[in-house]
C-alpha cells in the first residue's frame, strides 16, 4: 500500500489502477529470485514477499528467502529531496488485493486484544536509505487501494532524509525514545517515529503504536487494521540490505482499546479516583487533576467528565485536551498519559476565569464509571 501514490501524488498526478496490480508468485520453499515491477511471492504459507519497485523504472531483484529477502540488484536512484525508488518489504495482512494466507486482517482496532511483532534487518553502508516498518489503517475494512493512514517506525536514516511532515514531539514506546513526525503526502495521513541511532533488531507490541496514533486523534477504535509490513525505502544504492526475520501475530476476541463503562461492584467502589487541587483567585483559578487507577486492569485511553460550578470557564489546559459545554467538562488522554497501570496515575491541569465565589466540581466520571474522591 505504498509508495506509488507517494511520489506521483507530490508531483500532482495520479496512480492509475493497472500501476499498483500484483503478480503473485508461488510459495517460497527455495530461495525466489523477484525482478518483476510489483512481483511477489509467499513464505511459510503466511506472509507475502513483494518487490514493489514503484518509483524508477531501473532495475531491482530481490531474493525471497524462508525468512525474509535480500536486494540483490538496485539500478535506480531517486533525488533525496523527494520519494524513494521502491519499498521491497514483507508483509502480513492486504496489500492491493493481495492478501496474505490465511490472514485475519483487516481487523477492527476496537476487537484487536493483541498484535505483536519481530524483525531482524542487515544493514549495508554507502547508500542512503531508511529501514521503515509500516503499519496501515483505514476507516473501512479495505483489501484494495491506498488506506488513510500509515504508520511508519524508522528502524534506521542513512543519509540526508527525513519522514513526511514535520516533528510533533517524542514519545516512548518498545523500550526506546522516538522523534514523532506528522504529516500527509497528499494521499493519505502519515505518524512516522524515528529512531535516534540504528535498530537491527525489534521484538514489540504492534498495538502500542496504534494506540499512541489514536490517542494523538488521528484514528478512533472503529478503524481497521488492514496490514503490517516491513522492508527498506532506498534513494541511492542498497544492494545487500536485507530482512532476515519477520513474524507478526494480531488476536481478535478482545476488549475495546478504550474500556467500556463499568459497574461499580457492591458497597460503591469504584475503579478510578480523582485528586482535584485547584487555587483561585479574585477573576481566575488554576487546577491540577490527578487520576488514580485503583482498578486491577490497565486503563488503555481515558476520558474524564466532570461539571464545574457556576462561574468557572476553562481558558488553556495542559497534559489533556479539555473542552467546556456549558457547565460539562471532559478531558481527554494525550499521547503520552493515555495508558495508566493499575495503582499508577494520570495528571493534567488547566486555567480558567472565575466570576463570584470558588467551589471544586464534587463528582467525576472516568470512561463512564464514577470515580471516588481522594
Same mark, same amino acid.
Given at each position: ?35 518483476? /515491477? ?49 519499498? #521491497? ?11 496474505? #494466507? ?131 525505502? #532506498? ?24 474500556? #467500556? ?50 462561574? /468557572? /470557564? ?61
Amino acid at each position: 500500500m505504498k509508495r506509488q501514490l507517494r511520489a506521483l501524488a507530490a508531483a500532482g498526478l495520479l496512480v492509475a489502477s493497472s500501476l499498483v496490480a500484483v503478480a503473485l508468485g508461488g510459495s517460497a520453499s527455495a530461495d525466489t529470485l523477484i525482478c518483476e /515491477q510489483y512481483g511477489s511471492t509467499t513464505i511459510q504459507g503466511r506472509y507475502v514477499v513483494q518487490n514493489n519497485r514503484w518509483g524508477t523504472t531501473a532495475q531491482q531483484c530481490i531474493n525471497a528467502t524462508s525468512n525474509g529477502f535480500e536486494i540483490t540488484t538496485l539500478n535506480g536512484s531517486s533525488p533525496t529531496n523527494g520519494a524513494p525508488t521502491a519499498y #521491497p518489504s514483507v508483509f502480513f495482512g492486504c496489500h492491493y488485493t493481495n492478501c496474505s #494466507p490465511g490472514t485475519n486482517l483487516p481487523m477492527q482496532v476496537s476487537q484487536i486484544s493483541s498484535a505483536t511483532s519481530s524483525i531482524s534487518y542487515r544493514y549495508v553502508s554507502g547508500a542512503t536509505y531508511n529501514a521503515s516498518y509500516d503499519i496501515w489503517l483505514d476507516p473501512s475494512p479495505k483489501r484494495d487501494g491506498v488506506n488513510q493512514m500509515e504508520i511508519m517506525i524508522w528502524l534506521n536514516r542513512q543519509g540526508p532524509i527525513q519522514p513526511i511532515g514535520s516533528v510533533v514531539g517524542t514519545t516512548n514506546l518498545a523500550g526506546r525514545t522516538w522523534e514523532v513526525w506528522r504529516g500527509s503526502n497528499g494521499s493519505n495521513n502519515v505518524i512516522s517515529y524515528v529512531a535516534s541511532s540504528a535498530v537491527s533488531s525489534l521484538n514489540f507490541s504492534v498495538l502500542d503504536f496504534i494506540n499512541d496514533t489514536r490517542n494523538r486523534g488521528a484514528i478512533t477504535n472503529s478503524w481497521y487494521l488492514t496490514s503490517i509490513q516491513a522492508g527498506f525505502e #532506498p534513494w541511492q544504492g542498497g544492494v545487500g540490505l536485507a530482512v532476515t526475520s519477520f513474524s507478526a501475530n494480531v488476536n481478535g476476541g478482545g476488549n475495546p482499546t478504550t474500556p #467500556p463503562p463499568t459497574t461499580p461492584p457492591p458497597g460503591g467502589g469504584a475503579s478510578c479516583a480523582v485528586k482535584y487541587t485547584a487555587n483561585s483567585w479574585n477573576n481566575g483559578f488554576t487546577a491540577d487533576v490527578q487520576i488514580t487507577n485503583t482498578g486491577s486492569s490497565a486503563i488503555n485511553g481515558w476520558t474524564l467528565t466532570y461539571g464545574l460550578p457556576g462561574g /468557572q /470557564q476553562v481558558t488553556n489546559a495542559w497534559n489533556a485536551t479539555v473542552s467546556q459545554s456549558g457547565s460539562t467538562v471532559t478531558a481527554r488522554n494525550v499521547g503520552h498519559n493515555g495508558s495508566v497501570a493499575p495503582g499508577g496515575t494520570a495528571s493534567f491541569g488547566y486555567q480558567g476565569t472565575l466570576s463570584g465565589g470558588y467551589s471544586s466540581p464534587t463528582s467525576f466520571s472516568l470512561n463512564g464509571a464514577t470515580c471516588s474522591r481522594s
